[in-house]
């Protein structure tokens, strides 16, 4: 098969609609995952037990089965919200059981002293952790928490199985209409590499930026 550009420029605005999708459920399920993340691993570090336990049975549960899965799921179990919904706030709670992790790491490498300075202070707990130790969990957790999001844009394909057009479907779609695989398939990987490049630059920028001088 030969490349064509004029079936790559018809592709081109099809693609393009494809990919807002994709970086739609992204960027909203980043946001769901950073946050949601961060509020599990608190718990799990400072919540009372009988909230902490059955919060980590349920991550287990997550972080153990396939997203396909979920997404199937909950699209099967919630049928009047839409498919891109479904999508971005399964995919955010989803990652979030890995960020919670992340942010368990960064928590965990807070030297024992500063907590223990902080209790002398007499600092109130919520003071504790807005001043002292979740600045420099985000710092520590910044590496992580970009793979991460590199990550997740690489996953919404998987969205397919739930009716939505994201990228890499838009891409299929076009080609079997218009008999350009090719260019479709090739148009698509560009986009990806086009928007995951410079994600991991400005994670390394702000990695920099954030480290301890």
């Not at 807002?20 to 509020?39: D, E, Q």
């Not at 153990?64 to 709670?93: A, K």
């Not at 707990?125 to 979740?134: D, G, K, M, Y």
């Not at 600045?135 to 991460?148: D, E, M, Y």
Request: proline fraction near 7%.
């Amino acid at each position: 098969m030969d490349w064509s550009w004029e079936r790559a420029n018809d592709a081109l605005p099809v693609l393009a609609e494809g990919f807002k999708i994709t970086l739609l459920a992204t960027l909203i399920g980043f946001a769901i995952a950073a946050v949601l993340g961060l509020v599990i691993a608190v718990i799990r570090r400072s919540g009372p037990r009988w909230l902490a336990v059955p919060v980590h049975a349920v991550i287990e549960f997550i972080r153990l089965t396939p997203l396909v899965m979920q997404l199937l799921f909950i699209f099967i179990l919630v049928p009047g919200l839409s498919p891109l919904t479904i999508g971005f706030t399964v995919l955010g709670v989803h990652y979030s059981s890995y960020m919670a992790e992340v942010y368990r790491a960064g928590i965990e490498a807070i030297p024992a002293g500063q907590w223990e300075a902080a209790r002398a202070l007499s600092l109130p707990p919520v003071r504790t952790w807005r001043a002292v130790i979740l600045p420099q969990v985000v710092r520590n957790s910044t590496p992580a928490l970009g793979n991460n999001a590199v990550s997740m844009f690489k996953d919404t394909p998987y969205l397919f199985t739930i009716s939505v057009v994201e990228l890499v479907t838009a891409a299929q779609t076009f080609g079997a209409a218009h008999f350009a695989f090719l260019e479709a398939f090739t148009l698509a990987g560009a986009f990806f590499l086009i928007a995951s490049y410079p994600t991991s630059v400005l994670i390394r920028r702000l990695e920099k930026r954030l480290a301890p001088r």
